[in-house]
């Protein structure tokens, strides 16, 4: 009997120092929903649901892996731990981290920075397939604008846009997942990536000039290969930096379904950026003034000129190749011939060296105007101050 | 009596498809302007406004062909006088020597030269605006009747007809709008004569006085071949001339809201 009980004893003597705390011993705590510290005057729950842990990705794991730290530690142990250290098993995703905008080394505030723990959670880490998991496509847009969307994190990084997330909700991609919960729809992550995002004025950005198409197409494969074989395409791939990408058209955080009518009625603003002279003839143009005002059914550039597959006039797949004018034409205009399509679409009546006749019916138009207001505004005062006279003396 | 009820009816179609016709216009030719769209607003977006704009531009050649028909019967049943004495003579709206004579009067009496000319039953102002109204409804309306059916009219019309259209119409628009608010509004109504409105053309009646000032010529010819008494007739009810006022005055409102955006646009287009 006195040997029964000798045993656990030397067991105790011989192994406690040396043992590391257990897991469950760590659950002997800090299972206890109660259990607090305060730093720096605020309350902070040093609670762990048991079960969220046993089901997190690190479920198999020791707490000890973690907070290596507390490797050798009593039962009581220091109330500040170090910091866990994901990258000392995740050394890739740390390295990658190393390279973006969330590296520390950039970092303006660094209180503001993201940990690893910002996106992926603590102690109830999911995978990112799993439907709970902070970096579920579904839940990626939470995840980010917890910063990005917040006006106090806002207030202190100047210059760099706020709005995003809002304006991510009101695009197309964000009515798709958001309202629709269609989960193949793009979110934060598939257009900056995940731990090495970069600056789109960085040349190797998933979303720079150079790169941002390639990024779109992983999803619309086949817009870009349109795209690739138009005249803007081409200028792209002359690499001169002044084709349009996709969101030269589409903007990028809010992005907008092209068959709405308020991205058709938008087109012309979007492309006056690079052709405006060509946007303000239109403007005058009977096309450009309803559809200026929103009726969007009046053909804007993409209806003649198309969008992706937009060729010059020379081209003959172009849509406004003299052979292809009928057809062009006809999609608004069904019955339209050649007499139809000698229509000038961009006609100025400003510009005598290019449109002499339009110029000089107009010019024509002004002298008219001025000839009849001129001749009837000055009879109209005369008479006015005449008749003022007669009915004075009238009345006297 | 010197408008029968037919042509109070044609003047009232007037008023009615202008107005719509410029109100529904004129936001197009200022596309680029906050008013116009906030106007084309409140006609119910400009689709609706480009309905009314049709339907007003249908009602205007109804009643230029209805005026036609009119101008044709007189010629033939009801004139009076031989041909070509009507043609020239004062029952007629073309313009002839006498008018000219008058416009030189009348400005000479502007200017404190002379005597008031003796005016018959057609001044050379309302010739002038009838004959604006024929010019305006062809112009604009030919012009409107291609924008409206292109692909029709390009079947034996190249193209750039369009182009053509477009400045016609829209040019000759504001001519049109721009008379008749300002220079028809005065010469007719606003005048210290006639302030603040002469409403001849909505009770189709005007006083003897009236007549024997503004119209000497006319009222001595009645006296002396006896018509007088066959023209005579009851003074407009009171009913008739609070109508008269009611149109009168929304016409003016109308016309001054839309002179004053097309005078702000116009400024803002030079700047």
Request: proline share 4%.
């Amino acid at each position: 009997m006195r040997q029964i009980l000798f045993i656990p004893l030397i067991f105790l003597l011989i192994a406690s120092p040396a043992a590391a705390l257990t897991t469950s011993d760590c659950f002997d705590c800090h299972s206890d929903e109660d259990l607090t510290k305060t730093v720096a005057g605020t309350e902070m729950s040093l609670y762990v649901d048991e079960n969220v842990f046993n089901q997190s990705i690190h479920g198999d794991m020791d707490c000890t892996d973690c907070h290596e730290d507390l490797m050798d530690a009593e039962d009581e142990h220091e109330e500040s731990l170090e910091a866990v250290q994901c990258g000392n098993c995740h050394d890739d995703f740390m390295e990658a981290m190393e390279q973006g905008v969330h590296s520390p080394d950039v970092a303006r505030v660094k209180t503001d920075l993201p940990t690893c723990a910002s996106c992926h959670g603590k102690h109830d880490i999911l995978p990112a397939d799993n439907v709970r998991s902070s970096i579920y496509d579904l839940k990626v847009p939470n995840t980010c604008c917890q910063c990005h969307g917040s006006e106090d994190v806002a207030s202190r990084h100047p210059g760099i846009e706020f709005d995003v997330c809002s304006e991510y909700e009101a695009g197309m991609h964000g009515i798709v997942l958001i309202k629709s919960g269609v989960i193949f729809s793009a979110v934060c992550n598939d257009c900056h990536g995940s731990h090495d995002i970069l600056s789109a004025q960085d040349p190797s950005s998933r979303v720079s000039h150079n790169n941002v198409n390639n990024t779109c197409g992983t999803c619309h494969a086949g817009i870009v290969e349109t795209y690739n074989s138009s005249i803007h395409g081409k200028l792209f791939r002359e690499g001169t930096g002044e084709a349009p990408t996709c969101p030269s058209c589409h903007g990028n955080h809010r992005v907008d379904r092209a068959m709405d009518d308020e991205f058709l009625v938008s087109v012309t603003d979007r492309c006056s950026g690079c052709h405006p002279e060509e946007a303000d003839t239109f403007r005058d143009t009977y096309h450009g003034q309803v559809t200026g005002m929103g009726y969007a059914q009046a053909a804007q550039c993409p209806n003649c000129h198309g969008a992706h597959d937009i060729l010059p006039r020379e081209d003959p797949s172009s849509k406004i190749h003299p052979a292809n004018l009928v057809e062009t034409c006809r999609a608004c205009h069904p019955g339209a011939g050649t007499n139809f399509t000698m229509y000038m679409p961009h006609a100025d009546y400003h510009d005598a060296s290019r449109y002499p006749y339009l110029y000089y019916l107009y010019l024509a138009m002004v002298i008219l105007l001025s000839g009849v207001f001129t001749f009837f505004g000055i009879h109209t005062l005369l008479w006015f101050l005449r008749a003022q006279k007669e009915e004075k003396s009238k009345r006297a | 009596m010197r408008f029968i009820y037919y042509h109070r009816f044609l003047h009232a179609l007037i008023i009615t498809s202008f107005l719509g016709l410029v109100l529904t216009g004129m936001p197009l030719k200022y596309s680029e302007t906050g008013w116009a769209q906030t106007l084309a607003n409140y006609l119910g977006g400009i689709q609706t406004a480009g309905f009314i704009h049709r339907v007003c531009g249908v009602i205007t050649f109804l009643y230029f062909f209805l005026h036609i028909f009119y101008a044709l019967y007189y010629v033939i049943r009801l004139r009076e006088e031989p041909f070509f004495k009507w043609l020239f003579g004062p029952n007629s709206m073309v313009p002839w020597i006498k008018d000219l004579e008058d416009v030189v009067g009348h400005i000479r009496w502007f200017l404190g030269k002379g005597e008031r000319p003796k005016f018959d039953r057609f001044t050379y102002w309302e010739k002038f605006d009838y004959f604006a109204v024929f010019w305006g409804v062809g112009i604009i309306g030919i012009s409107g009747l291609f924008l409206w059916f292109p692909v029709f009219f390009s079947k034996f019309l190249p193209g750039w007809v369009f182009n053509v259209a477009i400045i016609l119409h829209s040019d000759e628009a504001l001519l049109a709008a721009g008379f008749i608010f300002t220079i028809h509004f005065f010469n007719t109504h606003l005048r210290p004569e006639k302030f603040p409105l002469d409403d001849v053309i909505f009770t189709g009646r005007i006083t003897e006085e009236e007549l024997m000032h503004e119209r000497p010529l006319e009222y001595k010819r009645l006296v002396e071949k006896g018509k007088l008494e066959s023209i005579r007739t009851t003074p407009p009810t009171k009913t008739l001339r609070i109508w008269s006022r009611i149109i009168g005055f929304t016409a003016y409102g109308v016309g001054l809201i839309m002179i004053l955006f097309i005078v702000y646009s116009a400024l803002r287009e030079i700047h």
